[in-house]
């Protein structure tokens, strides 16, 4: 089957977003922790509070992230990793991610859950 579409590799695609966003000085990639609590106890690693520690009250609300994802969409963002302990130990994550998926313009993030 024809493809009138020029073939690249991944890593050049990469390489020429890298260039052009450092060239412009964009923000255009990011990674935002959404809670340290997770339901493992790695020894290697520093997000590592209980599910229900106490200090969960600390974590940032979902309209101060939301905020955020605002900021990164309109700097310019287009990669976006969700992380922290465990993400999904948010009550609110479900909404968190949809709102993402949905943010007007946010057709330029790519997201990418760990």
Not at 23 to 52: F, K, V, W
Not at 67 to 89: K, P, Q, R, S
Request: aromatic share 10%; glycine share 6%.
């Amino acid at each position: 089957m024809f493809c009138p579409v020029t073939q690249r590799k991944f890593s050049d695609f990469s390489l020429s977003i890298d260039n052009a966003a450092m060239e412009r000085r964009l923000p255009y990639m990011g990674a935002l922790e959404l809670t340290y609590r997770c339901n493992q106890s790695c020894c290697h690693c520093y997000c590592n509070l209980g599910i229900d520690d106490k200090r969960r009250t600390d974590e940032l609300t979902a309209q101060e992230i939301k905020n955020i994802l605002d900021e990164a969409a309109d700097a310019g963002c287009l990669w976006l990793l969700l992380t922290g302990g465990e993400v999904l130990l948010r009550e609110d994550f479900g909404e968190i991610y949809l709102y993402a998926l949905k943010r007007e313009c946010l057709s330029r993030f790519l997201l990418t859950l760990l």
